[in-house]
């Protein structure tokens, strides 16, 4: 009986066929991709299977009223929150249906709304493109305001990112000459330039890789740098791309770039090498943000995979998981909502969830040497 510690304190047990759990928690043997990209020039979303076959508008064009927009989150109950740079609210639609459900932030007017995430707080962080109404905001999960986190302005600021000691990093696009990477801990104290425009000259989105090096999309010279952890400069990740802007990851390890310049999303794999086109045409303008959504259905094909019994507990959670699956030796795969690998480990191992933002998670398990897979969804809730 193999054990992995993923939960808080002392909580109450429950052990259930596999085949319940499914039905629970929303799992499943056989794992779906969605691909959502912001059609900023057409005020619309678009949705794609994982093989960027297009499936349609998911949210119609100017649906609830949504000007240019600018990034998606997946809110925990499932509902997809949109901000349109030319709305003061961030937009709610359901999950499934693209249908609009109504403004979901209030108490606070935004002017320019741009990039957004959920922070390790629980809390919605937004930047602000306005040349005089530029900190970043704070929401929290039921859209209430909270407050201005950032105590100096952060005027253009697009995508953001914490570390491990839960700093804040925020790319400021500047003129598109000038753009810079700024850091603020973790009260929203400016600790200064992380990155300056000695090369860099107009960020867009940031990422962390596995070694800690930070990427940089560079909108203006239309490649992906990459920076040491301390900022400094160490080279081109991805070159050849005219306007890159928005960020996904696949379960593969393909990264997905939306690209203004080009009207299109390039498929990338995890070494920067282009692989071409994964979508283009179809009415698809001005791609500045790309997500993927894992969902799935139980598939009769793949119910040998699911023989045996699993125990999860808490779910949702806040600082832990504990799985416990009748398994000898096993690897463990927690990915995002974006579809990044956020964490792996083997067998016996405790994964500590503490870090990660609140958001719908997908836990899969895969036996060794058998390789029979379980998954299921974990909501991180706190």
């Known amino acids: 009986m193999a054990f992995i510690t993923l939960s808080r304190g002392l909580l109450a047990k429950w052990t259930v066929s596999v085949a ?13 991709i969605e691909v959502f990209v912001n059609s900023r020039g057409t005020n619309a979303i678009k949705k794609y299977d994982e093989n960027g076959n297009y499936e349609g508008n998911f949210i119609a064009p100017n649906a609830g009223g949504l000007i240019a927009p600018e990034d998606i989150v997946f809110h925990p109950d499932g509902s997809m929150l949109v901000t349109g740079a030319g709305n003061t609210a961030i937009k709610r639609y359901d999950g499934q249906t693209g249908q609009y459900l109504g403004n979901f932030s209030s108490g606070y007017a935004l002017d320019y709304p741009s990039k ?5 707080d629980s809390l919605i962080y937004v930047t602000q493109w306005s040349a005089t109404q530029n900190k970043v ?5 039921n859209g209430n305001f909270v407050d201005e986190f950032t105590q100096t302005p952060a005027p253009k600021g697009l995508g953001h990112i914490w570390d491990a000691d839960k700093n804040f990093y925020i790319a400021i696009f500047g003129n598109g000459a000038n753009g810079t990477v700024q850091k603020f801990d973790s009260l929203g104290n400016s600790l200064g330039t992380f990155i300056n425009s000695n090369i860099l000259q107009g960020p867009t989105n940031i990422w962390f890789d596995d070694n800690g090096d930070m990427l940089v ?5 239309g490649k992906v740098l990459r920076y040491s952890s301390t900022g400094q400069y160490l080279g081109v990740f991805i070159d050849g791309l005219s306007n890159p802007e928005g960020i996904a990851f696949l379960p593969n390890g393909n990264l997905l770039i939306g690209d203004w310049g080009e009207d299109a999303v390039h498929l990338i794999d995890s070494t920067g ?31 040998s995979h699911l023989a045996g019994k699993l125990s999860v507990y808490p779910n949702p959670a806040s600082d832990f998981v504990l ?11 927690l990915f995002d909502e974006i579809g990044r690998l956020v964490l792996s480990k083997k067998n016996n191992t405790t994964l ?7 958001g719908i998670y997908l836990l899969k398990t895969t ?7 379980k998954t299921g969804r974990i909501s991180i809730m706190r």
């Open 273 to 303: 090498t282009v692989l071409g086109y994964f979508t283009s045409g179809f009415g698809l303008a001005d791609p500045n943000a790309v997500k993927v959504r894992v969902t799935g259905t139980v598939s009769s094909v793949n119910e």
């Open 217 to 221: 999309e560079d909108w203006s010279v």
């Open 20 to 32: 319940a759990v499914l039905l629970a928690f929303g799992s499943f043997a056989q794992t779906q």
């Open 352 to 358: 500590n969830i503490g870090h990660l933002p609140v």
């Open 116 to 120: 957004m995430s959920i922070g390790w």
């Open 323 to 333: 799985l416990e699956m009748e398994a000898g030796a096993f690897q463990v795969d």
């Open 137 to 141: 905001v704070r929401f929290d999960l």
């Open 367 to 373: 036996e060794i040497p058998s390789g029979k897979i």
